[in-house]
């Protein structure tokens, strides 16, 4: 099966930067790719999403302008760079690959087939 491989969170101050990378090993992104974040005591959360050939991308409104999704084709790789963090941005950080769709709805959590195991981002002040 595909493994996704989240890296890069940690501790930052508000107002700082973050960027997150997501390895994924064992199959082909087909369709997109996506982060997704849950805080304490929330439920799981669309992020940004992008659509593996085209690139095209999706925000949360909450993120837009602040959040840069990109990704490496040749490297399988999906990264989300996060400028200018609040304290509100901390969570788990989720990396997800939509693979068996030919369509999705790039914030639905359903329509993601793989999961990374997440990483925690933490936004201080």
């Known amino acids: 099966q595909v493994q996704l491989v989240e890296s890069g969170g940690g501790l930052v101050q508000a107002g700082g930067s973050v960027s997150l990378s997501c390895a994924a090993s064992g199959g082909t992104f087909r369709v997109a790719m996506g982060w997704f974040r849950q805080a304490p005591g929330k439920e799981r959360e669309f992020v940004a999403a992008i659509s593996w050939y085209a690139g095209y991308t999706l925000y949360a409104d909450s993120v837009k302008g602040r959040f840069t999704i990109s990704r490496d084709t040749a490297k399988n790789t999906v990264y989300l760079q996060m400028n200018s963090l609040k304290p509100e941005d901390t969570a788990v950080y989720y990396c997800?690959?939509?693979?068996?769709?030919?369509?999705?709805?790039?914030?639905?959590?359903?329509?993601?087939?793989?999961w990374g195991q997440g990483t925690q981002v933490t936004v201080s002040s």
């Open positions: 997800a690959a939509a693979i068996v769709a030919a369509t999705i709805t790039p914030s639905s959590i359903k329509d993601y087939d793989f």
